[in-house]
């Protein structure tokens, strides 16, 4: 199962903007954000490939949701404008963003190139 994250739990397990400006990754392992809403149905249709990966990798890196309707104030942050967005936030540089639904192959590429996880 997927980790929802709330405000709370975003400042203190992804980055606390309410303290630094400068991006500073706060986890312990790469993270994949899948900010989503119920009722869209490309959410619908990445939710399973996300849960599969969420079990093959739960060692290598977090994978975490959040609520575009619950956490409005997170999601403003981020400038979501389109859901799903996808934040990939690897250990050591920026983090990057990724529109629409997006296919299996293309996480695992992502995972390798942008999170160096294998």
Not at 45 to 72: C, R
Not at 89 to 109: D, H, S
């Amino acid at each position: 199962m997927l980790e929802h994250l709330t405000k709370e739990t975003f400042l203190e397990k992804v980055f606390d903007y309410q303290k630094n400006t400068d991006w500073k990754f706060a986890g312990d392992k790469p993270c994949l954000i899948d900010f989503y809403a119920d009722w869209c149905q490309p959410c619908k249709m990445v939710a399973p490939i996300l849960e599969e990966l969420a079990e093959t990798y739960k060692e290598k890196m977090n994978i975490y949701k959040v609520d575009t309707e619950d956490q409005q104030e997170l999601a403003s942050v981020f400038g979501i404008q389109s859901i799903p967005s996808l934040l990939f936030i690897p250990m050591e540089g920026q983090p990057q963003m990724a529109l629409g639904a997006l296919p299996k192959e293309t996480f695992l590429k992502a995972f390798k190139d942008v999170l160096k996880v294998e």
